[in-house]
């Protein structure tokens, strides 16, 4: 009896340990939730879009960025221009009169600007191109690699070997060094959360040490064609990987940050 007893204590013991533990490694791994709507409404957003906001802002500095890109990127053309026309005569986003516009209409440009405001990818200057010197990429996430075993995971920009590589954002060096695939590759962790992947350079700049700050801007290191790049012509392949581990297209805003950088 008491050893039966002793042995059951001991099984309530070890099971409430083993919850314990469970909760443990549940709290550890707990990985950020990342509303569904936001990086297809991201990447939805078109070059030509974030440049007619560009000239709104030259005309009227004012206007808030996140409203003007809000508006153009929700709605049609005339609807937009009404709505811009009055903020630039001073009536706040609140106060904007939107007519017959339907209100689930008004609810999506709200939730865009939500968005925008959190998400700083098309704000001005706030991200950096990658490449410094002459360059041509194109959309090919999603591609087909090594017939079909695997998709590409970034965007492929092309350019002569050695053209200088600086990080897009300010973050923390989190990755650095050889790999199979990549080469000689660097990993930043955002400060906006997001895993930074430059990949198959000539070179690493030799500044950089594995934990320590970078700013937008600074050097990663020269184009080149390392890893499984070898045989292919001088690329940087740039990845960029949410707090999820979901890895998303960086075409359309390496196409926007090109044009800030003009
Ligand atoms: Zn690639």
């Known amino acids: 009896m008491i050893i039966s007893r002793r042995i059951k204590h001991g099984l309530v013991q070890f099971t409430f340990l083993m919850l314990l533990g469970v909760i443990a490694w549940h709290m550890f791994h707990k ?5 569904p709507d936001i990086f297809p409404y991201l990447s939805s957003v078109t070059t030509a879009q974030v440049k007619q906001c560009q000239e709104d802002t030259l005309q009227s500095p004012k206007v808030l960025w996140e409203d003007l890109l809000a508006l153009r990127s929700t709605l049609p053309e ?3 221009q009404a709505l811009i026309t ?6 706040s986003f609140k106060d904007l009169n939107w007519g017959i516009i339907p209100s ?8 865009h600007r939500d968005i925008l405001m959190q ?3 098309y704000y001005p200057k706030k991200y950096t ?18 017939g079909g075993l695997r998709r590409h995971e970034g965007t492929d920009l092309f350019g002569p070997e050695g053209t200088p590589i600086v990080s897009v954002c300010g973050g923390e060096v989190e990755q650095l060094g050889w790999n199979r695939l990549g ?4 990993g930043v962790r955002g400060d906006d959360g997001n895993y930074y992947y430059y990949a198959h350079l000539q070179y690493i700049s030799p500044q950089l040490i594995k934990g320590q700050r970078i700013e937008a801007g600074e050097d990663i290191g020269g184009m080149g064609h390392t890893g499984d790049a070898l045989t292919t012509p001088d690329h940087l392949h740039f990845g960029i990987e949410l ?8 075409y359309p805003f390496l196409a926007v940050w090109q044009m800030w950088g003009e």
């Open 86 to 91: 009055q903020l630039q005569n001073q009536v």
């Open 183 to 186: 080469g000689e590759r660097v």
């Open 104 to 111: 689930t209409t008004y609810k999506k440009v709200e939730r």
């Open 119 to 121: 998400y700083t990818y």
């Open 78 to 80: 005339k609807q937009a």
């Open 243 to 250: 707090p999820n581990g979901q890895w998303i297209n960086p």
């Open 31 to 35: 990985t950020p939730n990342i509303s």
């Open 129 to 146: 191109f990658p490449v410094r010197g002459k360059t041509w990429f194109e959309d090919s996430f999603g591609a087909d690699r090594e």
